[in-house]
């Protein structure tokens, strides 16, 4: 339908914070008159073109403590079950989520006919780092069953996207997406990309939805406007 | 009322988003069950005492570009007149807000039965700094019409205000409180500290109003409950 709005969202799985927004834009996609198009991207190379430290939150002790205290409010009150990792530094950015990203940005380029693949996928990878506190660097990380199951790829596709993931084009085309959501004011994730009245409003974060949905003439009905359980 | 949730709000009228969380709490203050208790404190102090960067944000172009629209959006949205000073860094960072919150807690010290007084002053305050683009930090600033006008302030009420300003007792009472913010675990201001079930949870900006409403048992009814046009 051409009246639809075009809302894209960058994110990238090792950013809990860009969970909460990929599972309330998910749950919106149906509510609101939108056209959700997912746009997986990398954080790293956010933070590093945009001059902000990765790690400054680290550094500030009581900052530190509150986003976790915040994180663990707004995981319960949205139903997103979000348990950090053992070490968060270490799963965010020493290990980081560049193959994890690349491998989601394949499985985007095989998909034809929708983006029910690339939304389980990046649902699993969020479960697997922000959830269960395993691994999402490793390929054998990646082929687990879980991430088959829930998106419905088979021992070959997930083989082949795993190839893929390592090509010039998905390094480019995950770069790209990438420099597009820096252009686009991101210093960080996830960035909600509004399309309305033939110009764009951008928000950062997971605690702007109201003000967004105020923008592009919809209604706030809090976290789960309906009945979402068989997504989680 | 004995059931009434206490709710302390830490804030500084150099920061633009306590203003915002100023005013939000002032509206529900009489559609929650609250009892609402202003906290002035100074926030050069908390940056100091959190070992937060005060200009960090200035660092990162896209995180001051995106400040700048967001509190744009959201002083609309919340209908707060916030107009950013031409030199927004010179007024929050190199004149600061020292003198201006010991005015405000002085004013706070001297008035018995209620804070409307402190209300008003505070508001006079943000107005002046955060929609006017006029200083808060000489005496004259803070004796000006504006203030004395809407606080209900005589001009010997002013002067008295001003004299015991630069007292040790009110010196003291100022850092006291940010020393109480910080121990609450401020990185920043507002903070919203609630107590509840014997308790306190805190809030940390001015985008958390619908996850505190859900916390203390309330219902977020938007940023404009009800018609407090009066206020502003």
Redesign the interface.
């Known amino acids: 339908m051409s009246s639809k709005k075009v809302i894209e969202l960058f994110y990238d799985v090792v950013s809990p914070y860009s969970w909460l927004g990929f599972e309330v834009m998910c749950r919106y996609r149906n509510v609101w008159n939108i056209d959700l198009k997912l746009r997986p991207a990398f954080l790293g190379g956010i933070m590093k073109g945009?001059?902000?430290s990765p790690k400054?939150p680290g550094?500030?002790?009581?900052?530190f403590?509150?986003m976790t205290?915040?994180l663990n409010?707004?995981a319960q009150?949205f139903n997103v079950p979000i348990q950090p990792p053992s070490d968060p530094f270490e799963a965010m950015f020493d290990k980081g989520s560049l193959a994890a990203m690349r491998f989601v940005t394949a499985v985007q380029e095989r998909e034809t006919g929708g983006d029910e693949q690339v939304e389980c996928v990046s649902r699993e990878l969020w479960r697997r780092i922000w959830s269960q506190d395993k691994d999402i660097t490793k390929p054998e990380s990646l082929t687990e069953v879980n991430i088959k199951l829930h998106a419905g790829l088979s021992n070959r596709d997930i083989e082949e996207a795993l190839a893929l993931a390592t090509s010039d084009k998905i390094k480019e085309k995950l770069k790209k997406a990438t420099e597009e959501a820096?252009g686009h004011?991101?210093?960080g994730f996830p960035v909600i990309l509004c399309h309305v009245n033939g110009g764009k409003?951008?928000f950062?974060g997971s605690?702007?939805f109201?003000?967004m949905a105020?923008?592009i003439g919809e209604k706030w009905l809090?976290p789960q406007p309906k009945e979402v359980s068989a997504n989680l």
């Not at 550094?59 to 900052?63: Q, T």
Request: glycine residues 10%; charged residues 25%; aromatic residues 14%.
């Open positions: 945009a001059g902000n400054s550094l500030v002790p009581n900052k403590l509150y205290k915040d409010r707004l009150y820096l004011g991101s210093f409003e951008m950062f605690d702007r109201e003000l105020h923008c809090g």
